[in-house]
């Protein structure tokens, strides 16, 4: 079964720090383009980063440019997200997605809550 | 980075057609075929609906299509089932190389 597992969400203060992880299952995990999309409390789908099947391209929005991290294991079939500098405004739900002709592949999401 | 303009919300009796819009730019809607569409129930993840402007993945019902005309994307709901009630969100590629999502408009099936 193709599937997408996320974890290392929490309650962090602001200006701290978390790393998020996507363990793939089912699939190539190496032949796709991945991404992290997020959802903040009762508000819509916000892209967030994505990175290429090999690592060695990324791209970020700009609400996270310089704070946010993508990166990937292949050998670990692990998508991984480096949270740094985190905001009341970075409180949401981060789910990973596989690429493949648009996002066809959600894992259950992780709760990410920046606050005092 | 503004997100892409949805209506925030529509609605339709089961057996009728909805259209919902997606108005960007030239920048991103207008400027590539890369327009996909998600349905999301509350609490639960996004599911692929729609990708390329027009194209369903295996599984989905073929009464949902989607189109595309200048800097404004479609996706068009015929027959409408009690099932189909959730929020949809259209998302675009864009000329800096990044993703944008609409605002996401809720589909009530009265």
């Known amino acids: 079964e193709v599937q997408l597992v996320e974890s290392g969400g929490g309650l962090v203060q602001p200006g701290g720090s978390l790393r998020l992880s996507c363990a793939a299952s089912?699939?190539?995990?190496?032949?796709?383009?991945m991404h992290w999309v997020r959802q903040a409390p009762g508000k819509g789908l916000v892209w967030v980063s994505r990175?290429?099947?090999?690592?060695?391209?990324?791209s970020y929005a700009d609400s996270v440019k310089g704070r946010f991290t993508i990166s990937r294991d292949n050998a670990k079939n692990t998508l991984y997200l480096q949270m740094n500098s985190l905001r009341a405004e970075d409180t949401a739900v981060y789910y990973c997605?596989?690429?493949?002709?648009?996002?066809?592949?959600w894992g259950q999401g992780t709760t990410v809550t920046v606050s005092s | 980075q503004s997100a892409l303009t949805q209506p925030a919300s529509v609605s339709g009796s089961p057996g009728q057609s909805i259209t919902i819009s997606c108005t960007g730019t030239?920048?991103?809607?207008?400027?590539?075929?890369?327009v996909s569409w998600y349905q999301q129930h509350p609490g639960k993840a996004p599911k692929l609906m729609i990708y390329?402007?027009?194209n369903r993945p295996s599984g989905v019902s073929n009464r949902f299509s989607g189109s595309k005309s200048g800097n404004t994307a479609s996706l068009t709901i015929s027959g409408l089932q009690a099932e189909d009630e959730a929020d949809y969100y259209c998302?675009?590629?864009?000329?800096?190389?990044?993703?944008?999502f609409g605002g996401g408009t809720k589909l009530t099936v009265l």
């Open positions: 997605a596989r690429d493949r002709d648009g996002m066809d592949v």
């Open positions: 089912g699939f190539t995990f190496s032949s796709y383009w």
């Open positions: 990175i290429n099947s090999d690592g060695s391209s990324t």
């Open positions: 030239s920048s991103d809607v207008g400027g590539y075929n890369y």
């Open positions: 390329d402007v027009s």
């Open positions: 998302s675009s590629y864009t000329s800096s190389s990044t993703l944008l």
